[in-house]
């Protein structure tokens, strides 16, 4: 069995072939962070004209490098769900065209299910039942899955997601985006208990939720003080930025590591799966190790290039093929709301 997958849900035009051992026979990634940077962050409409450039392209290489034509294809999928209306509305249109040209069933990808099953290709084993932590630029979401497309929301975040954070402090602080690598490059030189930034929600272990706004302003004060900001005049020593973005760094850390040990204790789990950019971020991957260690959970965290947004992970797409669930050439996208988990 042979699965062409497509994703373009925010900036990441890609394609990948997979078979039903879930390997992977050939992947493309073409990012847009070039494109995006000098706004400081993703323009939809921007992204998906990029999008509609690259995408025919994209597919072909993935095809190219796994040396077979559509014809040989068993299916093709596409994430449809959730992310930026334009972007998704991109990928779909593609896959239902070379569905409808090739006469291939269409299967449907949830994005944040893809992000998490990017933990079991990771892994010689299979990691369900699981909590699953979604951290990513839109999203930070908890799951309970007792499978790999079978997942029930417990909580997201009341605000901002906890890579937005990551991207408006870099923003605040003149550094490059995606915000996520600036800081955690900024922090390195940084002391993380410089500045005693909040860490909302860590006192209440019966919520499931996330709130990054108060610690985003808490960082804003510390920058700028109080009154009406101005960037431009804000000059900070190497070393005031460093300790910034180091305490604003293990502040968010914090809260996602700490959150995501109560969800483990509250639902009993013994394994926890985390997708999504943000957990490509080395201190985030050296606290939740730990906490793993001390709380006896295993956790399952996909290596760097599987973390932000691919292709490779839409092979959540052969366990939909084996239930048999295909879908007709009328879906549609859902964008869906940061606030609001599929
Ligand atoms: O999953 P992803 O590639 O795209 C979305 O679906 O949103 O996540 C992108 C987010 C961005 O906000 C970026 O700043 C963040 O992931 N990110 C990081 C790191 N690498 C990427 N955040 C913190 N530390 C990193 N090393
Ligand atoms: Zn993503």
Redesign the pocket.
């Known amino acids: 069995m042979k699965i062409l997958t497509i994703e373009s ?2 900036d ?1 035009t890609a394609a990948a072939v997979v078979n039903e051992n879930l390997e992977v026979l050939g992947a493309v990634v073409a990012s847009q962070e070039k494109i995006h940077e000098k706004y400081g962050g993703v323009v939809p409409e921007i992204a998906s004209r990029a999008h509609l450039e690259r995408i025919l392209p994209v597919i072909a290489e993935a095809l190219g490098r796994a040396g077979i034509g559509l014809q040989d294809l068993d299916a093709i999928s596409v994430a449809n769900t959730p992310g930026l209306a334009g972007s998704l509305l991109i990928g779909l249109c593609a896959a239902k065209a070379l569905c409808l040209a090739a006469g291939k069933p269409l299967i449907a990808v949830n ?1 944040l299910q893809a ?1 998490l099953f990017a933990c079991r290709l990771a892994y010689q084993e299979d990691p369900f039942p699981c909590i699953g932590l979604i951290v ?4 930070s979401n908890l799951y309970r899955c007792s499978g790999p497309i079978d997942f029930t929301p417990l909580g997201t975040t009341i605000d901002d997601a906890a ?2 954070a ?2 408006k402090v870099a923003a605040m602080l003149g550094l490059p985006y ?4 600036s ?2 490059r900024a922090a390195e030189k940084g002391n993380p208990k410089a500045h005693a930034f909040p860490r909302p929600m860590l006192n209440d272990p019966d919520r499931m939720q996330f709130s990054f706004s108060g610690l985003k302003t808490a960082v804003r004060y510390k920058i700028a003080g109080t009154g009406k900001v101005d960037y431009a005049n804000v000059h900070l020593s190497e070393k005031e930025m460093a300790d910034i973005a180091a305490s604003f760094q293990e502040a968010v850390v914090d809260c996602l590591v700490g959150k995501a040990v109560q969800a483990m204790k509250k639902y009993s789990m013994k394994r926890l799966c985390i997708g ?3 957990a ?3 201190r ?1 991957r050296e606290k939740m190790n730990e906490a793993a260690d001390r709380y006896h959970f295993k956790v399952y965290i996909a290596p760097l290039k599987l ?3 691919n292709a490779v992970m839409g092979a959540i797409a052969v366990e939909r093929f084996k239930a048999g669930l295909f879908e007709s050439l009328d879906l549609d996208i859902s964008a869906g709301l940061v606030r609001d988990p599929q």
Do not use: K, L, M, W
């Open positions: 849900t925010c990441e994005h992000h990513s630029g839109g999203h890579g937005e990551f991207d995606p915000g996520g690598p800081i955690q999504g950019g943000v490509a971020n080395a985030f973390c932000t947004d």
